[in-house]
């Protein structure tokens, strides 16, 4: 695939050089008699090899699948780790490691069953107590070392070896409703024995999992190559083999792309959609991510404390002709907090509709006709975050009775003064994005909505106390509630909402594979056209 | 002044201005938007574990403190860990640096062979059709940006027309190096076809203003020099005009321009940012650009110091050499 052209690769060359020094060693011995020493390799098999190459916009932080917090790291390690449960490409739940999984009756804990038969790249059999001690590496500082994921696992206190049955418990500190969507996106289970006996260098740069491909050579900033693992668990790959690289330039990944040197490349923007499709050998593919773009309103500053004035900023824009204009149709307009995707979506909310007369009479209402407001966004952070923006702000400002205007900002600072902790400390209306990859609307509403969350901008006696009751509900009574919450979002704006954002790849012609929602490239899924 | 004095005086005040640049580059850290935890984490990371992180990465420390453990370290050649992937970082620097050597020099090689008889023909038939296109040229090749230059020679060299690959080092030096050592001379000219096809169009987006700008000097110089009087004497004895003007004329012309060939070479290593993001490249450039993204402060500032250590060596080399060539100037 990517070997079409002429170039010799960095493995192919070493591979070379040592094939040259060994055949010179050889014929020093030989004492120079003999036949000549061939030192071309020939191929290993006759059929065609299937390798693909992804360039992302980063290369992975390290290889240590507990320490990073990144999804270009996530990508390339997990398609050599594996977790307890995994999620399917629409986001269902599904068994990876684990052949059954079910809360413990009349105890806050859950439990899994550990399949058996899985083994890891150098060999050794998985055990539940490898699954322990990788839960344990996560939760419990005590254990290793401060992982940053440790609040991925929020609610999770520990795990044991369930005795004398192949299974894990997990001790939860409440009920902890969404223990289940965090284990299926996160925690990657490593070999107890090797992250003992290596030390943190060496576990950041290289890999023993038990996932379908396992590490060939890494290249910090450059490459890391992985091979099929031919004992997976599962039908071994079809892929042989995946190499990842980085371009930070989105125009450079684009004619890689066109020019054979890559076949799958991330975050293609809207402009270079058609260049891609018009293309010989490539195509574009699109999927909504799990992440939605908002403006934030302070409720507690004029003019955004008014329900009426932030009910009309909704009504000003006209968001279907942004996602349909600005964002060349890769988005869906928003109604709520929670994406489609997600547990406590509520589906008969509909995104307001574009009314600039009813927008005006809102305004007059909230009696802040002429007010000036001012939107901080991003730039190059989200798909086109500045082209949105420049069109919310654009329809504001159309009104007759409100001015408004658009105020770069650098991502660093901004992100600065919503995490400063209070929110006084915050800009007053913003654009932002929020992913999710749990795809549970109580985790988003809780960081960006409820009274202490992490990033809010509201408070709302009601809405707290429908998440705080959410809290310890399962199922569908839990679902019942979040969509009750988001209900009552929808009515009183504390945002204006905008888009699901989606991502978008540009892949080789000749590979057959689907984009997922959770901004996962899952390689295994690929095959061969 | 005799040279080696002239050397240990140099040295000592490119030591502090590499001492300047440490300070002024740690100072910009500590003004600049963007805590490095901040990036470093997504925003919905628990407060606890962000201030775990920060105490980890010692970004908690008092500013001296800080200081001082970057300074200290850096005579030893320990320019501190990486906050995004916690390894060394005089590591990651050096290992880029090869890249980009690689390409500043090919990007000179592509301006000398092309300046320099440029700017003969240019001055030796001035004002005539030769001269003007000459001059046309090194007027675009001075205005035109390089990331534009970059991305139009990849839409049309590589993507259009597929004569060159878009992007990517796939050998470098080393790599022929390697092969050469090991006696597969097959591969290592192979190797060598490869790395001249990869490194083509980035050495010309890198090189066009310099060749622009040795054209410029050239014939300048060349003019200059033809209209002095030894060239006239040579002349009157009855030295074939050829002689006079490549053996004696350019030889005094390229005086000045070896000097600033020096000197751009150093700018070249530093100015490769934009050249290595087009292409890809994995250089110094490279690195910069996405510890800039990052904000892992560690490897911006062991870039810059690399970069500001490469650029004051060669100006002192560029210094002594030109006083050797030219006994005129005195070392002072």
């Known amino acids: 695939m990517t070997d079409n052209n002429s170039h010799i690769g960095r493995r192919t060359y070493l591979k070379l050089a040592g094939g040259a020094a060994a055949s010179a060693a050889l014929a020093g011995c030989a004492g120079g008699g003999g036949e000549e020493t061939t030192t071309t390799p020939t191929p290993e098999e006759t059929s065609e090899p299937f390798d693909v190459t992804i360039t992302q916009g980063q290369m992975p932080s390290g290889l240590d699948p507990q320490d990073h917090r990144e999804t270009p790291t996530d990508i390339v390690v997990l398609h050599a780790y594996e977790g307890v449960l995994t999620r399917d490409a629409v986001g269902a739940v599904q068994q990876a490691l684990s052949t059954n999984y079910e809360r413990i009756e009349g105890e806050n804990a859950v439990r899994f069953d550990i399949r058996e038969g899985v083994t890891f790249h150098n060999g050794d059999e998985l055990t539940p107590e490898d699954v322990a001690y990788s839960i344990n590496r996560v939760v419990d500082e005590n ?174 824009i006209d968001l279907e002709s942004i996602v349909q204009n600005v964002l060349g149709g890769f988005g869906a307009a928003t109604s709520q907090p929670t994406l489609p995707e997600f547990v406590g979506h509520n589906a008969d909310l509909d995104p307001y509709p574009y009314d600039p007369d009813q927008a005006e009479q809102l305004v007059e209402d909230s009696g802040y006709a002429g007010a000036e407001i001012e939107l901080h966004t991003p730039v190059g952070r989200y798909l086109k975050d500045l082209e949105i923006a420049q069109a919310v702000a654009g329809y504001i400002d159309e009104l007759p009775n409100v001015t408004a205007t658009v105020r770069q900002r650098d991502f660093g600072s901004l992100v600065d003064e919503l995490l400063a902790g209070s929110i006084e400390a915050r800009p007053p209306w913003f654009l932002i994005g929020w992913g999710e990859a749990t795809f549970d609307g109580g985790l988003v509403m809780q960081a960006l909505l409820a009274s202490d969350g992490t990033l809010t901008t509201w408070q709302n006696e009601e809405f707290d106390s429908l998440l705080e009751q959410a809290g310890n509900q399962s199922g569908d009574e839990r679902d019942a509630t979040l969509q009750e919450a988001n209900a009552l979002a929808h009515e009183e704006c504390p945002w204006i909402f905008l888009n699901q954002q989606f991502s978008v790849y540009g892949v080789n012609d000749s590979i057959a594979w689907e984009a997922r929602s959770d901004e996962r490239i899952d390689v295994y899924d690929m095959s061969q056209k | 002044m005799s040279l080696s004095r002239f050397l240990i005086k140099r040295s000592l005040q490119g030591l502090f201005v590499i001492w300047g640049v440490i300070t002024v580059v740690f100072g910009l850290r500590f003004i600049s938007p963007g805590d490095p935890a901040n990036v470093l984490l997504p925003p919905d990371v628990d407060p606890e574990v962000r201030a775990q992180v920060i105490a980890e990465l010692g970004l908690n420390e008092p500013l001296y403190v800080q200081y001082w453990d970057f300074v200290s370290g850096i005579p030893v050649g320990d320019l501190g860990l990486s906050l995004v992937t916690r390894t060394p970082v005089a590591t990651r620097v050096i290992t880029k640096l090869p890249a980009t050597l690689e390409l500043a020099i090919a990007a000179t090689i592509v301006a000398v062979i092309i300046a320099i008889p440029l700017g003969v023909v240019s001055a030796t038939r001035r004002h005539q059709p030769a001269d003007y296109s000459a001059t046309v040229f090194s007027l675009v090749g001075i205005s035109t940006p390089n990331f534009w230059l970059g991305v139009m020679l990849i839409l049309v060299l590589a993507v259009q027309l597929n004569l060159f690959p878009t992007s990517q080092r796939p050998i470098g030096i080393d790599g022929i190096v390697l092969l050469l050592v090991g006696g597969n001379l097959s591969a290592a000219f192979d190797g060598f076809t490869t790395w001249v096809w990869h490194i083509t169009l980035p050495a010309i987006t890198l090189g066009t203003y310099f060749t622009a700008l040795i054209t410029r000097l050239t014939r300048s110089g060349m003019l200059d020099q033809l209209g002095q009087t030894y060239v006239r004497a040579s002349r009157a004895k009855g030295l074939p005009e050829t002689l006079v003007r490549y053996k004696h004329a350019l030889r005094n012309t390229l005086i000045p321009v070896i000097t600033v060939i020096g000197l751009q070479l150093g700018t070249l290593i530093g100015g490769a940012v934009i050249t290595e993001a087009v292409f890809a490249w994995p250089g110094l450039g490279t690195l910069i650009i996405n510890s800039i993204n990052a904000r892992d402060w560690p490897v911006l500032q062991g870039s810059l110091i690399v970069v500001a250590v490469g650029f004051v060596l060669v100006n002192i080399l560029v210094d002594a050499l030109y006083a050797y060539v030219n006994p005129q100037v005195a070392y002072d």
């Open chain 1, 143 to 316: 254990v290793g070392f401060a992982s940053p994921q440790s609040d991925q696992l929020a609610g999770v206190a520990g795990a044991e070896v369930i005795e004398g049955e192949r299974a894990v418990k997990v001790n939860n500190t409440s009920l902890n409703p969404i223990v289940f969507s965090e284990f299926a996106t996160y925690l990657d289970v490593m070999q107890q024995s090797w992250v003992e006996e290596n030390d943190k260098a060496f576990i950041s740069q290289n890999m023993n999992g038990t996932g379908p491909f396992q590490l060939d050579s890494y290249t910090e900033d450059e490459e890391v190559v992985l091979t099929r693992y031919e004992d997976y668990w599962q039908d071994p790959a079809a892929v042989d083999t995946l190499t990842f690289r980085a371009a930070s330039e989105a125009s450079t990944r684009v004619n890689q792309l066109l020019q054979g040197e890559t076949d799958v490349i991330v975050n293609v923007p809207p402009q270079e959609v058609e260049r891609v499709n018009n293309s010989e050998g490539a195509r574009v593919a699109a999927a909504p991510s799990t992440r939605i773009i908002y403006n934030a309103m302070r409720y507690d500053l004029e003019p955004f404390d008014s329900v009426e004035f932030r009910q009309a900023m909704n009504y000003a």
